[in-house]
């Protein structure tokens, strides 16, 4: 399918256990992004990409975990899910240079019991 | 961290009225973008502007980013249902990253 994916898209899992969350695009963006919404906080950032390899923090990373090994995936490891972590996520792509718009997945949502 | 206030946090109207939602800031941004979000799905770029005073049209939207480059408005003519969502302001610092308002959640009712 072309455009943005997002897998899968409900979770429910434990506190303590590893959780991954995937992302992947078509247009070969190299810039992508993980948001987590929750009410009344809006989308805050958790980790972005410029390329390939190149990952960087964004505003709430404490507990998650991101690679990218290729420029159309970008995976959101949850190393040991917390009950803090119950929310929806959302992955986003964009091509480089701005001030261009982002394209979301139809997110994820995740609930730790 | 540049913080992003919307105004109303919630809105509901009758189908036909006028309305306007706001998005504010002390900080000056480079360009402001507007997403709206329906339920279950992802946000959706609406419009982006970029220079002082700029006014777009979409159809029944207006928006509008303040001459100091500080706030923006989105207004809508004679509402409908479709218009229904969550109105997401997101704006450039300067660096590689969006920041995005709290939204405001807009119900039309029929």
């Known amino acids: 399918d072309a455009g943005i994916t997002q897998s899968p898209r409900y979770k429910i899992t434990e506190t303590g256990r590893q959780v991954t969350l995937m992302c992947h695009q078509t247009?070969?963006?190299?810039?992508m992004f993980w948001y987590r919404q929750d009410l009344g906080h809006g989308l805050r950032l958790i980790y972005y990409?410029?390329?390939?390899?190149?990952?960087d923090k964004g505003e709430v990373p404490d507990g998650y975990v991101v690679s990218r090994s290729k420029t159309e995936n970008f995976p959101l490891t949850l190393e040991s899910a917390t009950r803090s972590q119950t929310s929806v996520y959302f992955c986003?792509?964009?091509?480089?240079?701005?001030?261009?718009?982002?394209?979301f997945g139809p997110g994820t949502r995740l609930t730790v019991l | 961290t540049q913080l992003l206030e919307q105004s109303p946090q919630f809105l509901s109207i009758q189908e036909g009225e006028n309305l306007t939602v706001y998005c504010n800031s002390s900080?000056?941004?480079?360009?402001l973008q507007w997403y709206r979000q329906e339920p279950g799905e992802g946000p959706v770029l609406l419009v982006t502007?970029?220079?002082?005073?700029e006014v777009k049209k979409l159809k029944r939207l207006t928006f509008q980013f303040g001459d100091a480059r500080k706030d923006s408005s989105l207004h809508i003519t004679a509402a409908q249902p479709g218009d229904t969502g969550l109105y997401l302001c997101?704006?450039?610092?300067?660096?590689?990253?969006?920041?995005f308002g709290t939204g405001t959640r807009l119900t039309i009712i029929p």
């Open positions: 986003a792509s964009r091509a480089s240079g701005s001030p261009l718009g982002q394209f």
């Open positions: 247009w070969s963006h190299s810039y």
């Open positions: 990409s410029a390329a390939a390899d190149i990952t």
């Open positions: 900080s000056v941004f480079s360009s």
């Open positions: 502007v970029v220079t002082g005073g």
């Open positions: 997101a704006a450039w610092g300067g660096n590689e990253k969006l920041t």
